[in-house]
C-alpha cells in the first residue's frame, strides 16, 4: 500500500484531495492491526477507531499515569454530593480546527448526539440527562440518577464542534460524515486516507504544544503479526500495538533495534458466556468448561509469562478485589459437573478474532482441552465490528466469545457496572441477569464514598465468580514493540491502555 515508507518523504491523499508531503523523519508511523471503519468518535470502544480518533480530539478529562483524573479541556471540575451533577468549567482559548472557539454549546451538543444515538462510547455515560448551559465556559450536566462514575468516563467522550456536525448530519446525525472527516479540537488533522491507511497531520493551533510531538502520524493497516515483525525490522514501521505476538515481540526485543515496551499488566483475556441461551445458560455446564482448560500451559506457551493467572472478573492489576480462587484445572471435577447436569455429547461454538495471533492459539488450545471431557467445541472467527453488532441484542450473543478486556478508565466499576447489570444491552456481553448484582451496582454508583464503594464492588465480584459468568484466563501486558531510535513511549502508556498516540515523542536526533 505504502510502497515508499522507508524512503525520505511520503505523499498521500488529504481530506480534500490535495497531495500532502513530509519527512520520513518527523513521522511516526504506527502499525494498526484491523479495519478503521470510521473516524466517528461515537465509535472509540474498538481499539482501531480509539488510536484515530484520540489524536483529533479532546476530552473534557483525562487521567495521569497515577490515575488521578486531571482536567483536559475543562480547567475545573465537580461532583456535587449527591452523584447527580456535574459542573464544569472550559479552558478559555481552545479552537476547533478550523479555528472557531470550543465553548459549552459543543460539549452539550456531544452530549446530547450519543444519547440520541445510544451507540458504542455512550453505554459508558447513559446517566446522562441533558446539559444546562450557563455561559460560553460554564455548564452544568444533568444526571438521571446518582452516578459516582460519571466524570471518569467523561475521560471517554471526545468533544464535537457543533455547528460543523450539525451543519453535515444529513438523516444519520452526522454518522456517515464522520467516516471520512473530522470535527475535532486534538492535536492533529485528519489528512486523508489511502487504502485502509489512515494520517493525521499537526494542528498548528492546538493549546497544548509539546515539543517533539511528530508532523504526521500514520496509522498503517497491518493484519498479520508476521508481517508486523518484519516491517518493524526494516524501519518501515515505528510502532505495533495491535497484532504483534509475545514470541515475536521478544524476539525483536533481543536483537535490540526494537523495544518490547512491558506495559503494565491491565488485558484480562476472558471466555464471555451466552448466559441466557443453549447449554452455557446452565452454570454447572460454565463451570465444567472453567474446569477443562490448561491454564498454566497457555500462559507460559502462548502468553510467554507475560501475566498472571486471573482469580476473578477484574484484571489483576486493578483496585477493590476480593481474594478470590486463581483459575485451575481439573479435569475429573469438570466431569462431575457435565454428568451431574446432564449433558453428553455436548457441542459449542466459540467465536474469536483471527487477526490477533494469540487469539487462534488459546482458541485452539481450548478446543483441545474440551475434547478430553468428552465436549466438541467449534471455532468461528469473527471481527470486533461484527461482534460488537452482535452483542446489541441479547438474542444475538454468541455463545461463547474469547475476548481480550480492560478497563475504559482506571475504575472497577468501568468494567462491572457495564458488563454485568441486566438492563446494559450492548455491554453486558453475556445477557447475565442477576437482581441481587443489580442493586449493588445501583447502591455502587449512589455511593460518594469510595471506601463503601470499593466493599460494594467486592461483593459483586464474589458473585460473578461463584455464577461462572465468564471465563477469566488471565491477567496480561499486551505486546507494544518500537523503535526507539525514533520514538519515546510516554510513561502513561504504561499505566492507562489503549496507549495514547497522540502522546508520543520522536526521540531528539544529535
Request: charged residues 20%.
Amino acid at each position: 500500500m505504502f510502497a515508499a515508507l522507508g524512503c525520505a518523504a511520503i505523499a498521500l491523499a488529504g481530506q480534500a484531495g490535495a497531495q500532502s508531503k513530509f519527512d520520513r523523519s518527523k513521522t511516526v508511523i504506527f502499525a494498526n492491526g484491523g479495519v478503521v471503519a470510521t473516524l466517528d468518535p461515537m465509535r472509540t470502544d474498538y481499539a482501531q477507531t480509539s488510536f484515530v480518533a484520540s489524536t483529533l480530539y479532546d476530552t473534557l478529562v483525562t487521567y495521569d499515569d497515577s490515575g488521578k483524573l486531571l482536567g483536559r479541556l475543562a480547567v475545573s471540575f465537580a461532583l456535587a454530593n449527591d452523584s447527580k451533577s456535574i459542573t464544569i468549567q472550559l479552558r478559555s482559548g481552545i479552537v476547533f480546527h478550523d479555528g472557531s472557539p470550543v465553548t459549552t454549546q459543543d460539549v452539550a451538543y456531544t452530549l446530547d448526539r450519543l444519547k440520541r444515538l445510544g451507540l458504542g462510547i455512550a453505554s459508558q455515560i447513559d446517566g446522562y440527562d441533558r446539559t444546562t448551559i450557563h455561559d460560553a465556559r460554564n455548564l452544568t450536566i444533568q444526571l438521571t440518577r446518582p452516578d459516582s462514575l460519571f466524570l471518569g468516563a467523561l475521560s471517554k467522550v471526545y468533544i464535537l464542534e457543533a455547528k460543523l456536525v450539525a451543519a453535515n448530519a444529513g438523516s444519520d446525525d452526522a454518522q456517515g460524515w464522520l467516516q471520512s472527516h473530522d470535527a475535532g479540537s486534538g492535536p492533529f488533522i485528519f489528512s486523508g486516507r489511502r487504502n485502509a491507511d489512515v494520517v493525521v497531520s499537526q494542528f498548528p493551533g492546538y493549546w497544548n504544544k509539546t515539543a517533539g510531538r511528530p508532523e504526521q502520524i500514520v496509522f498503517r493497516r497491518i493484519d498479520e503479526g508476521a508481517t508486523q515483525r518484519d516491517e518493524l525490522r526494516a524501519g518501515n514501521v515505528d510502532l505495533s500495538v495491535l497484532g504483534m505476538g509475545y514470541r515475536d515481540a521478544a524476539l525483536l526485543d533481543e536483537e535490540g533495534l526494537v523495544k518490547d515496551a512491558k506495559l503494565k499488566p491491565d488485558l484480562q483475556t476472558n471466555i464471555i458466556f451466552n448466559t441466557r441461551t443453549g447449554p452455557t445458560a446452565d452454570p454447572r455446564v460454565r463451570r465444567a468448561i472453567r474446569l477443562a482448560y490448561d491454564y498454566k500451559g497457555g500462559l507460559a506457551g502462548i502468553r510467554q509469562g507475560n501475566g498472571v493467572i486471573a482469580n476473578g472478573p477484574l484484571p489483576a492489576t486493578m483496585s477493590c478485589r476480593p481474594n478470590l480462587a486463581a483459575a485451575h484445572r481439573d479435569l475429573a471435577e469438570a466431569r462431575r459437573l457435565l454428568a451431574v447436569a446432564g449433558v453428553s455429547n455436548l457441542q459449542l461454538t466459540m467465536r474469536f478474532q483471527p487477526t490477533v495471533e494469540v487469539q487462534r492459539l488459546e482458541a485452539t488450545l481450548l478446543q483441545s482441552n474440551l475434547a478430553e471431557i468428552g465436549v466438541q467445541l467449534k471455532l468461528e472467527p469473527i471481527s470486533f465490528a461484527a461482534y460488537l453488532a452482535s452483542v446489541a441484542r441479547f438474542d444475538s450473543i454468541p455463545q461463547m466469545m474469547l475476548l481480550d478486556d480492560f478497563a475504559q478508565f482506571p475504575d472497577p466499576g468501568s468494567i462491572l457496572l457495564r458488563g454485568y447489570r441486566s438492563d446494559a444491552v450492548g455491554t453486558n456481553r453475556g445477557g447475565y441477569a442477576n437482581p441481587k448484582v443489580d442493586a449493588l451496582l445501583d447502591a455502587a454508583m449512589a455511593a460518594s464514598n469510595p471506601a463503601q464503594r470499593c466493599e460494594l464492588y467486592k461483593q459483586v465480584q464474589t458473585i460473578i465468580d461463584n455464577d461462572s459468568v465468564i471465563m477469566p484466563l488471565y491477567t496480561v501486558g499486551r505486546p507494544v514493540t518500537y523503535r526507539p531510535q525514533q520514538i519515546v513511549i510516554p510513561e502513561v502508556s504504561k499505566v492507562v491502555f489503549p496507549l495514547a498516540p497522540a502522546d508520543l515523542r520522536l526521540v531528539k536526533k544529535p
